[in-house]
C-alpha cells in the first residue's frame, strides 16, 4: 500500500473517531464537544465573559456568541450583565451545566493531550510540524478552528445520536 494511502486512511481514523465521540457526547449531555469545551473553562473559572471564552477557544466573538446562545437555550449556563461594567455581560455556569458535566464521558481532546504531553519534546514538536503540513496541504491553515476534537462547523447543535 502506498504511503499516501496509509496517511488518508490514518486521516480518516482521526476523523471517525472524533465524529464517534462526538455521537456519544451528543447521547449522553445532548451537547457538542466545543460546548462542553466552554462549559469545562467556565468551571475551571467560575465565571467569564465572551470576550475572554473567544480567546481561550481560539475563535472569533461572534462564534462564541452563537455558541452561548445555544448554551442558554438548554439552561447550561446564565448569563449576567456586569455589576462593575454594565456593557459587560458574565457568563456562569447553571446547575443543569455543572450536572451536563458531570454526567458526560471524558472529552477526547483530553485523552489525547494526557497522552501527547507524556511524549518526548522532540517527539511533541514533530507531531506538531506534521499536523501544521498536513493542514497547510488541505488548504485548511486559515479555518477558525479551536482547540477541540470536533467536526463540523462549531456553532451547530449535537449531531444527531
Known amino acids: 500500500m502506498k504511503r499516501s494511502e496509509i496517511s488518508l486512511i490514518a486521516l480518516r481514523r482521526i476523523l471517525r473517531a472524533t465524529e464517534q465521540h462526538g455521537r456519544a457526547l451528543a447521547a449522553a449531555s445532548g451537547l457538542t464537544p466545543v460546548q462542553m469545551r ?4 467556565l468551571q475551571a473559572d467560575g465565571r467569564s465573559t465572551p470576550k475572554t471564552l473567544a480567546s481561550q477557544l ?3 466573538q461572534a462564534t462564541v456568541t452563537a455558541l452561548l446562545d445555544r448554551l442558554e437555550t438548554k439552561r447550561m449556563i446564565l448569563r449576567e450583565r456586569s455589576a462593575q461594567d454594565r456593557r459587560q455581560t458574565n457568563i456562569t455556569l447553571s446547575q443543569q451545566g455543572v450536572s451536563a458535566i458531570d454526567d458526560a464521558p471524558d472529552p477526547l481532546q483530553e485523552q489525547f493531550v494526557t497522552r501527547f504531553e507524556a511524549l518526548a519534546d522532540w517527539e511533541q514538536a514533530m ?3 506534521a499536523l501544521e503540513r498536513v493542514a497547510d496541504m488541505m488548504d485548511a491553515s486559515e479555518i477558525d478552528a479551536s482547540p477541540v476534537l470536533d467536526v463540523g462547523d462549531i456553532r451547530r447543535g449535537p449531531p444527531d445520536a
Do not use: D, G, M, T
Not at 466552554?38 to 473553562?41: A, E, G, R
Open 38 to 41: 466552554v462549559l469545562k473553562l
Open 58 to 60: 481560539r475563535v472569533s
Open 127 to 129: 507531531i506538531v510540524a
